[in-house]
């Protein structure tokens, strides 16, 4: 299986996941450390991939994406931004809506 | 290996010539920055692409030289 098959599959078979540094207990990176916090304010189900674990992934996410840095955040299969756009996105009210829309699990 | 504040700038600047860029140097060693980019060719765009269009400017420096730059991008 190639990279982008393997991210591929995680990516659609998650209807939240995020590529970060770390685990969401101990982030590796305050820009992954950002983004898991938006997650657990939104009381959201997530799965999270450390990137540092898996150099194949580490790489072949950002050309699976075409966007350099991570995180990276996905929804029902659909790449929604970096930390940076999860923080404009929460503060707009735009990440609940998306939340409420698409019915995704609470967390816990 | 880092970047000058004046370089990032320069970059942006030259990819979006209309374009308000304010750079914040955050811990002041060189390596993390924020920038602020107001823009009127983002309008129309969802952020990804305001952001991705930021990202081309710096031409393959983020992610690698440029570590951190926490972006944030607004239409005037």
């Given at each position: 299986m190639s990279v982008n098959e393997r991210i591929d599959e995680i990516v659609k078979?998650?209807?939240?996941?995020?590529?970060?540094?770390?685990?969401?207990?101990?982030?590796?990176?305050?820009?992954?450390?950002?983004?898991?916090?938006?997650?657990?304010?939104?009381?959201?189900?997530?799965a999270s991939v450390d990137v540092l674990q898996d150099m194949e992934i580490r790489a072949g996410i950002k050309d699976y994406s075409d966007w350099p840095t991570i995180p990276q955040l996905y929804v029902k299969g659909e790449f929604l931004g970096g930390s940076d756009i999860m923080m404009e996105m929460y503060e707009a009210g735009e990440l609940q809506a998306i939340v409420d829309a698409e019915g995704l699990a609470k967390a816990g | 290996m880092a970047m000058h504040a004046h370089e990032i700038e320069e970059m942006i600047q030259a990819a979006l010539p209309d374009a308000f860029v304010e750079i914040t140097d955050l811990a002041g060693d060189g390596n993390h920055y924020a920038a602020r980019v107001v823009s009127e060719s983002f309008r129309g765009m969802p952020r990804v692409k305001q952001h991705k269009a930021v990202y081309d400017a710096l031409g393959g420096r983020m992610g690698g030289v440029l570590h951190a730059?926490?972006?944030?991008?607004?239409?005037?």
């Open positions: 078979g998650n209807d939240v996941v995020l590529f970060m540094k770390g685990s969401p207990l101990f982030p590796q990176c305050g820009f992954s450390s950002k983004a898991i916090a938006i997650l657990d304010h939104l009381n959201v189900a997530y | 730059l926490q972006l944030t991008t607004a239409i005037p």
